[in-house]
């Protein structure tokens, strides 16, 4: 475990229920939702889409360090497609994920360079790495994928 020099944020919630009609309510009042199953009618969302909101949020913000480090400036219209599956084998349930990367107009070995140091500092890459198969992709042209970390889930 990494020691702790300064926490910079704690996030308190709590949860009442579950993925089927649960509900979640921060502390300050900022964050209150519903949940439901996936493909079921009605409002309310579901943990993988709050893993893919909060995962490409960070990797996003990661991404920015990186490139103040290279003393670029992101291109308008970066953006991250997440996508967090949730997945079933036998009585065991796991995720993995994807995260579609646009950097419009940035040569591919910078992009590259960019995603591979978000992947070293975000804490939401940490948490999975050697937890779940994440791939990570450049959309170079706005739809070609390349694919720049693939990382398979490593059994113990």
């Known amino acids: 475990m990494i020691e702790t020099q300064k926490t910079l944020f ?10 089927d009609g649960g ?3 921060s502390s300050d009042g900022r964050l209150d939702i ?7 009618p009605g409002r309310g969302t579901n943990p993988e889409q709050l893993l893919a909101a909060g ?3 960070c990797f996003q913000g990661a991404m920015g360090i990186a490139a103040r480090r290279l003393k670029l400036a992101m291109p308008a219209g970066t953006s991250i497609d997440a996508e967090v599956d949730l997945c079933s084998s036998g009585d065991a ?5 994807r995260l579609w990367v646009h950097l419009p107009g940035l040569p591919r070995a910078t992009a590259a360079q ?13 948490a999975t790495r050697g937890n779940i198969d994440v791939l990570i992709a450049f959309l170079e042209d706005g739809t070609t994928p390349v694919v720049v970390i693939d990382a398979k889930e490593r059994q113990s």
Request: net charge positive.
């Open 34 to 40: 519903q949940y439901s199953i996936p493909g079921t």
């Open 55 to 57: 995962w490409s949020a």
């Open 10 to 19: 704690t996030a308190k919630v709590q949860t009442l229920g579950n993925r």
């Open 93 to 97: 349930y796991f995720l993995r994920a």
């Open 23 to 25: 509900e979640s309510l």
């Open 114 to 126: 960019l995603i591979e140091s978000a992947h070293r500092t975000c804490p939401y890459s940490k």
